[in-house]
């Protein structure tokens, strides 16, 4: 068997742990890279005694130089609001990171697979959003540092193809949730587990009448692997999500039922430039990936909430 070294930037985070493991398990030597911004030791201590599998604390602002055959650039804090935290660094950590991973899988000619973000579709026009559409995002606002640099990351890729002939993946992941989220990420899914856990107000921002489509983390991984390996020349950006789409109100009754919470609703208010809709068309990874989710809400939901019970 020929086991193929691969780099994991990002990968203590929460969708790289589960994308290390994966690797790990299909026999290949994983390397995986974090700053431990928001990543945590935690998502990947037991895979630490494992000879495949190496540890580096690197920040991807800064070059780094290996030999692999394929990297998955994940780095980037993806919670608003770590994302706004230090919105220079995150801007910093999509653009060099992309540029320093770029010339690496140029140097050592490696495959490169980018996790960008349906947050390049800004507060969509076009519903659902095929990969077509350039998106309504504003450029200056407070989620500007996110999806401008996960923008301006897509460029780069398709900058080094057509320029240095760099076999790129470029994948838009839409809202993703499941085990190894921080209990503190912020995002919706894991807010509302923790506090219904723990009988505490669940906040909604707004209304509750914005949508967004969630994806189980199970689903997303075979989807990376499946596009890092799909044929020659198919470099995206192709979309990743679950199309089935809810209203945030409906994903917090949906999370103190399962939960049996006696938690109530309150309503705060809309931070900037929420998006008030989002649905991926998934017809481009349903023709070349053969890919399509198989994880629905309340299933993906209840492994979520097993995971936080074990965990707060
Ligand atoms: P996460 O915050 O849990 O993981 C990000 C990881 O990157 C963390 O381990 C963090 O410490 C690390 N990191 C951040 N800045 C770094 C830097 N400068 N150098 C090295 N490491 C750094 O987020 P996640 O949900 O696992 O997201 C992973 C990737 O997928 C991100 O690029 C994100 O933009 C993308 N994505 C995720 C979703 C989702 O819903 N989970 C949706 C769209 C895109
Ligand atoms: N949201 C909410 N309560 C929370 C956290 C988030 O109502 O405690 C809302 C947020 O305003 C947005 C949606 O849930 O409309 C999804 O937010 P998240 O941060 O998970 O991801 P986004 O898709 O906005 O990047």
Redo the contacts with the bound molecule.
Sequence with gaps: MIRKKILV??G?????SHLCERLLNEGNEVYC???????QKQNIVHLLGNPYFELIR????NPYLIEVDEIYN??????PI?YQYNPIKTMK?SVM?AINMLGLAKRVNAKILQ?????VYGDPLVHPQPESYWGHVNPIGNRACYDEG?RSAEALFLNYHRQNDVDIKIIR????YGPNM?PN?GRVVSNFIVQALQNQDITIYGQGNQTRSFQYVDDLVEGMIRLMNSRDGFTGPVNIGNPNEFTILELAQKVIELTGSKSKIIYQPLPSDDPMQRQPDISLAEKELKWKPTIELEEGLTKTIEFFKSVI
């Design positions: 930037t990002g203590a985070g929460f969708v790289g890279l974090d700053n431990f911004f928001t990543g690197h920040d991807v602002v994940l780095a980037c804090p993806a919670s770590h950590t990171g996790a960008s973000t349906s947050e996960k992941i839409f809202n993703t921080h990420d």
